[in-house]
């Protein structure tokens, strides 16, 4: 367990941002850094079938120590971090028995981690957080997880007492732009479930998430010159504005909540003659989510019916949720809270808003519940994660491994 922290700082001084405008596998050159780093670091610890792909996705084995037959199970994160923020040259910073109290992250800047604005600071008075200096993330999403992975596989290598079935890690590219699951080979993984160590706060376990399409509305509009433009000009600025308001005001990221579906709209550009809006739709409701795509078109038709041809839209399903996958295999949850329990982690199994590895896994043959990694305020400068937090989930990972040889 000593060696969790040198090892996640370790990672997260290298940059492996994603980039969703390239076509590549993984996204970034620079995520092989990390990724070629890992393969040495299997290696070292003692895992077998240590393995990386022409993708960049790497697996290993930790052999079962029984002799009867036990399921294979697998332990999953992703080594890429997202592109909303910027993830060079990130300088973490170890506060030592935080004391409750502001975090000034920069000085030259004056970027504070404020309790009064992220409460959740308080929980961990006393215990030791990484933050980031107030320049760039800190990419505990999801580094911690994969330091946490390995460090539960290094402490079972060490302590062969502890029984348990053959366990398989994995870790990919690319999950912070929709695409950390598109080339991985589950056959190849060939473990019965998993879990993505892809949460946030203790005690988090998730195997519900949304069901998410994104949109892409391209309108053409024409230029005429203003003084002879009567019944002439089609302004496509005017039209996005036209688009955006025919969506429900109410039903957006910042007033949503729980299992409450929305659409984001998260770039918008053009000029007279075209503009473009980019959003993505949200739902746990597989009949509202399909809804919220008829409401795209049908917007788009009644512009459509007063400026012909003037708006195309693209509609892409991203993931879809993995609740209706994993509830038949609903033990593997129970496994993982059970191993909390009795750790003595309070188990919070809610929904997430979001999406995960897991659910396009889960639709690939994996079931795949989400487990908690400890940090928050991910993709951005106030992101923090306490050790603490990190060592609870090491311990999970290992309890569940030996509650599953338990119970099989």
Same mark, same amino acid.
């Given at each position: ?34 990724? %070629? ?39 999953? &994160? ?14 973490? %910073? ?87 699951? #598109?080339?991985?080979?589950? %056959? ?121 041809? &003037? ?64 940090? #928050? ?14 060592? %609870? ?16």
């Amino acid at each position: 367990m000593e060696k969790l922290l040198p090892r996640f700082l370790d990672y997260v001084t290298i940059d492996t941002q994603s980039d969703p405008k390239s076509n590549t596998t993984p996204s970034t050159e620079k995520q092989w850094v990390l990724a %070629k780093k890992l393969v040495l670091e299997l290696h070292k610890i003692g895992m077998q079938e240590v393995s990386i792909d022409e993708n960049a996705y790497i697996m290993a084995t930790l052999p079962s120590n029984m002799e009867k037959e036990i399921p294979t199970i697998g332990f999953i &994160s992703h080594f890429d971090t997202t592109p909303d923020f910027s993830g060079y040259n990130v300088r973490p %910073k170890i506060i030592e028995n935080y004391d409750g109290k502001e975090i000034l992250l920069n000085t030259t800047k004056n970027i504070v981690l404020s309790p009064e604005y992220f409460e959740d600071l308080l929980q961990y008075k006393g215990q030791t957080l990484i933050t980031t200096d107030g320049t760039t993330l800190l990419g505990a999403d999801d580094k911690a997880g994969i330091a946490e992975i390995i460090t539960a596989m290094e402490f079972l290598i060490q302590h062969p007492e502890i029984k348990h079935g053959k366990i398989r890690v994995g870790f990919t590219p690319d999950e912070e732009i929709g695409r950390g699951a #598109h080339k991985f080979d589950v %056959k190849k993984f060939g473990a019965e479930w998993a879990y993505t160590i892809d949460g946030s706060q203790v005690g988090e376990l998730e195997y519900e998430n949304f069901n998410a399409a994104g949109a892409k509305i391209t309108i053409t509009g024409k230029s005429v010159h203003p003084g002879y433009a009567k019944d002439k000009m089609i302004n496509a600025l005017v039209l996005a504005n036209q688009f955006l308001s025919l969506l429900p005001p109410e039903e957006t990221p910042e007033t949503t909540e729980g299992t409450e579906g929305f659409f984001h709209v998260h770039h918008i550009s053009g000029e007279i003659e075209q503009a473009k809006i980019e959003l993505i739709i949200r739902d746990h409701d597989e009949e509202q989510f399909q809804a919220r795509k008829d409401l795209i078109k049908d917007i788009t038709q009644k512009i459509n019916s007063k400026c012909p041809d &003037s708006v195309i839209v693209e509609i892409n399903d991203q993931y879809f949720n993995m609740k209706e996958k994993i509830e038949p295999a609903y033990h593997i949850v129970e496994i993982a809270e059970e191993a909390m329990i009795q750790l003595g982690i309070q188990p919070i199994i809610k929904p997430i808003r979001g999406g995960t590895d897991g659910s396009q896994l889960s639709f690939m043959g994996l079931p795949c519940p989400n487990i908690f990694a400890g940090g #928050h305020n991910f993709h951005g400068k106030y992101e923090y994660v306490p050790l603490e937090s990190m060592q %609870k989930a090491v311990k999970t990972i290992v309890k569940i491994c030996q509650l599953t040889g338990e119970k099989f």
